[in-house]
Each structure stands twice: as structure tokens, then as C-alpha cells.
């Protein structure tokens, strides 16, 4: 009831995680269940083995998220990500509308790890992250955007990042608020990975997944319209 499974076979498993719920495991939140957790325990149960991680979403943002099934798998996998070889695009509502209506985010973050949370890199600073993203503007709202962003890099907290320091935080964001307008109030980050394509690990074909908008950010959407 947690999450659906939109793919699966003897080297992967995609998911379609809800908002609310962990990726993977959390140090902080010890006692909350996450799709790993749950993956864990049924392939357990049934082949005696357990999922392994390749790459993770937030816990209040909703999409799809990539598990192997293998340690081969999960090293081809991974290697795809370091190369930036899969395509990642995320929805996003935006507060406030990005000018131009297309462009690129490309800027300069240290992880820190006390705070975890992504913050800008000062001159000189040491273990400086890149982080570069497309985006563009689906449709205006009236004090809002549905933005698409393609990943480039991708960096923990990403597109949250960025969008709050071009000045147009997630609606709903919490966590980075930027120095631009104060964010639209909601019960999440306004975020969604929408779309995943990668190299298959064993057969090298491209295989590719969508999932739609889920129904509190299209009930978003129809407040933000009126």
C-alpha cells in the first residue's frame, strides 16, 4: 500500500514511491518503515536475497526510484550515474515564474552534513559540488509555475536548491527557502519525479518509465489556476 511497482525483473525493480514515505532508511527516523525496508522483506521471504540502492528520492517527494537486484547490477547501475548517462526529470510548482521561460541552473554547493542540507559554496571553499539543471516552464500560474527539470548532475536536495536560489522556491518548501519570495504554503515540497530512462544493466536496452502527476500536486495545480 506504500508505493507501486511499475517494473521488475531478475536484475531491477522500479518504484513509484508516494510522498511520506522514505527512499531508503533514515538515521533520524529509525522507526519508520521505508520502500527498501518493505522491499527487503518480501524478496527475503521469497528469493533470499534483498534490494540494493541506486539512487534515492526524498521522503516527501513522490516518484520513481531505480533498486537492483543484483551486486552486478547495482555497479553497472551506479556507474550510469556517475557517468550521467540516465535521464531524471522532475515536476516541480514553482513560487513565482522563472525568467526566461527556459534556461539552465548551473551553480556551486558543499554538502552540510551537520545541517544536511545543501548550501552555496563560498570562494575557495573545499568539496564543492556541481550542480547543473535544465528547466522549463510548463505553465504559468497566477502566482506560481509547473516547471520540468532535467537533471544533469544529481545531487542530493537538487532541484530544491536550486530553484530556491534563482529566487523561486518549491511551493511548500520548507527546508530552503531562499532569499526570494516567501514559499507557498503546502503540506510537501511541490516536487515529483516524473520520468526515469536508463541502460538496462544486463541487455544494454534503453528502457524508460513515466508516472503522473499524483493527486495532491493536480489538486494543487487546480487551486493554483483559480
Do not use: C
Not at 30 to 48: F, I, K, M, Q
Not at 50 to 62: A, K, W
Not at 186 to 192: D, V
Amino acid at each position: 500500500d506504500r508505493f507501486r511497482i511499475v517494473f521488475e525483473d531478475d536484475s531491477l525493480i522500479v518504484v513509484d514511491k508516494p510522498a511520506g514515505v522514505l527512499s531508503v532508511p533514515h538515521p533520524s527516523r529509525r522507526d519508520e518503515p521505508s520502500v527498501l525496508d518493505t522491499l527487503g522483506e518480501d524478496y527475503a521471504a521469497r528469493t533470499r536475497s534483498s534490494p540494493l540502492v541506486v539512487h534515492r528520492i526524498d521522503r516527501d517527494t513522490s516518484g520513481l526510484v531505480v533498486f537492483a537486484r543484483t551486486p552486478r547490477a547495482m555497479r553497472a547501475m551506479k556507474e550510469q550515474f556517475v557517468r550521467r548517462e540516465p535521464e531524471r526529470v522532475y515536476l516541480a510548482i514553482l513560487t513565482g515564474v522563472p525568467k526566461p521561460a527556459m534556461g539552465t541552473w548551473a551553480d556551486e554547493f558543499i554538502w552540510n552534513a551537520r545541517d544536511r542540507h545543501l548550501e552555496p559554496a563560498r570562494p575557495g571553499a573545499h568539496d564543492v559540488l556541481e550542480a547543473v539543471a535544465h528547466y522549463a516552464v510548463r505553465e504559468r500560474l497566477r502566482r506560481a509555475a509547473l516547471v520540468e527539470v532535467h537533471l544533469v548532475t544529481g545531487r542530493r536536495n537538487q532541484v530544491r536548491a536550486q530553484a530556491a536560489l534563482h529566487g523561486h522556491p518549491l511551493v511548500g518548501e520548507r527546508q530552503y527557502a531562499g532569499e526570494g519570495p516567501a514559499p507557498l504554503p503546502f503540506e510537501r515540497q511541490a516536487l515529483h519525479a516524473h520520468r526515469l530512462a536508463f541502460d538496462h544493466p544486463l541487455s544494454g536496452d534503453r528502457i524508460a518509465f513515466e508516472s503522473p502527476l499524483p493527486q495532491d500536486l493536480q489538486q494543487l495545480l487546480e487551486r493554483l489556476r483559480r
